[in-house]
């Protein structure tokens, strides 16, 4: 019997990924675990290796190792020194 992943995760789109289940719009993924957070609440064998699972996940578009999260200091303004 061929077995389909129950979660398929979305091309990148606007910095995240649509992830569905069965079908459905569970969400969207921004890191990697959003989709572990996303196999947990399935139900699902959620670890990291469940990312590399065929039998769990299926990538559409790039893979598991391809997110275009903004780095975690882009939206901070840089502090100066006060000026006296």
Do not use: Y
């Not at 995760?9 to 921004?30: F, I, K, N, Q, S």
């Amino acid at each position: 019997m061929d077995q389909h992943a129950r979660i398929v995760v979305h091309p990148m789109l606007d910095g995240e990924r649509r992830v569905t289940l069965d079908g459905e719009l569970v969400g969207r993924a921004v890191v990697p675990g959003d989709v572990v957070a996303f196999a947990a609440l399935a139900g699902l064998n959620a670890t990291w290796a469940c990312l590399r699972d065929p039998t769990i996940v299926e990538w559409r578009g790039d893979g598991p190792d391809t997110w275009n999260s903004p780095s975690p200091h882009e939206d901070v303004e840089p502090v100066g020194r006060p000026t006296e």
